[in-house]
């Protein structure tokens, strides 16, 4: 356009509020992952179980309907701590599989074709630039593990009444806080891996090693040192501690709790460290 026409007109539209801009990645993000069949199919799979779970429920509390049969039913099942832990391992492993799928393709593709200067060239910083990333797993996550978690407890809240909502009501905190713990890790492990390995299979192949060797190699060393150390380096095994103590249920464990929490804390910050050595918008090659 020539200058001297002076028909230049700067923007002005609204614009974007600062505190969410981060969340323009995860808008187009979840755009280019909702054109994969496999993903959505899989993701619908996902709410499966959370929905036999509240059929159980509402069975559970309608048992008197069928008085008229001569004998007195009881409930079939407990609604407590061990109902809700179950719940959390199922969704949990269908949550770490959706996670190989989405995870491995949202740094890596920026950073083996040099877009990360075209994201940071624009008024987004290196912090938003991980935060639109990792919103993409954490909201993705969320709606398959204490969304419906929550879901299911005020259901049998309704059903059971406001007595049972007050008394339990440390239950509802258990199923976010621990969903928490789970979704963040997977979302930034899958990030960090994601970062360093630029090849997506590769990357997903690693996030999926890194759970299930360690576990195997956390076995190993348990047996040749005769410790429960080992158990440091399962990051299942670290989770489940963390959820049992939430939940309340009195088990043996091979770890300390307040281990636990340290060890996962640690692999938070190793994590987000791996991720911003590499979101930079300039990298020196020697």
């Given amino acids: 356009m020539a200058v001297y026409k ?57 048992l008197s309907a069928f008085a008229f049969l001569g004998r007195r039913a009881g409930p079939f099942l407990e609604i407590d701590g061990s109902f809700f ?97 789970w979704i963040l890790l997977l979302a930034m492990l899958s990030l960090a891996l994601s970062a360093w390995v630029k090849w997506r299979i590769a990357a997903g192949a690693l996030l999926l090693a890194t759970f299930f060797v360690g576990a195997g190699f956390a076995q190993a060393v348990n047996a040749v040192l005769r410790t ?8 299942s095994r670290l989770v489940s501690i963390i959820w049992q103590n939430l939940l309340r249920q009195q088990s043996h464990q091979p770890l300390p709790v307040p281990e636990a929490w340290i060890a996962v804390l640690i692999l938070y910050a190793l994590c987000l460290f791996l991720l911003m050595r590499k979101v930079k918008a300039a990298e020196v090659i020697r």
């Fill in 85 to 181: 832990l179950v719940y959390l391992s199922v969704q949990s492993a269908l949550s770490f599989i959706l996670t190989a799928f989405i995870g491995p393709g949202l740094v890596s593709p920026d950073l083996a074709n040099g877009a990360l200067t075209l994201y940071l060239c624009r008024p987004l910083s290196r912090t938003e630039y991980v935060l639109g990333k990792l919103s993409v797993l954490v909201i993705t996550l969320s709606w398959i593990t204490w969304v419906p978690g929550l879901v299911l407890f005020f259901v049998q809240g309704s059903l059971s009444g406001w007595q049972w909502m007050s008394d339990n009501l440390w239950l509802a905190n258990a199923i976010l806080w621990g969903s928490f713990v």
């Fill in 6 to 62: 002076r028909s230049y007109r700067g923007y002005a539209g609204t614009l974007t509020p600062a505190w969410s801009r981060f969340l323009v990645l995860y808008r187009f993000a979840r755009r280019t992952q909702s054109r994969s069949k496999v993903q959505t199919v899989f993701f619908v799979l996902c709410f499966f179980f959370p929905l036999l779970c509240l059929l159980g429920i509402y069975a559970n509390s309608h």
């Fill in 228 to 235: 429960q150390q080992g158990y440091l380096l399962d990051i």
